[in-house]
């Protein structure tokens, strides 16, 4: 038995404080395809969580990680750090180069 939904993906604003510039944030994409898909040039490298090349930090919103445990401190992630490779949106969100 197949399911079909017709319920389309939460699509969020983004901004990049230093520059002003938006992007569309789909809740169901990570964040670094988002920026990349706005002509944002944002560093990355591996794409995994691990490397912490494409650390950011969100001055709003929040985000969620399809990994347990992100390359990043529990302080961190208090402090609003964030790792775009891995990170999917869960509202509108202002991110910031760390
Ligand atoms: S690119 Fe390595 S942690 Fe994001």
């Avoid at 038995?1 to 389309?8: A, D, F, K």
């Avoid at 990570?30 to 040039?41: C, E, N, T």
């Avoid at 591996?46 to 390359?71: F, H, K, S």
């Amino acid at each position: 038995m197949t399911t079909e939904s017709n319920q389309q993906p939460a699509v969020f604003k983004g901004l990049l404080q230093e520059t002003g510039s938006a992007f569309a944030a789909p809740a169901d994409q990570r964040l670094f395809a988002s920026m990349r898909q706005a002509g944002i040039d944002w560093p990355v490298s591996c794409r995994n969580g691990t490397c912490r090349t494409c650390i950011g930090q969100l001055l709003e919103g929040q985000v969620a990680y399809d990994i347990p445990w992100p390359g990043l401190s529990l302080e961190e992630k208090r402090d609003g750090y964030c790792l775009p490779c891995i990170a999917r949106p869960l509202g509108d969100l202002v991110i910031q180069r760390a």
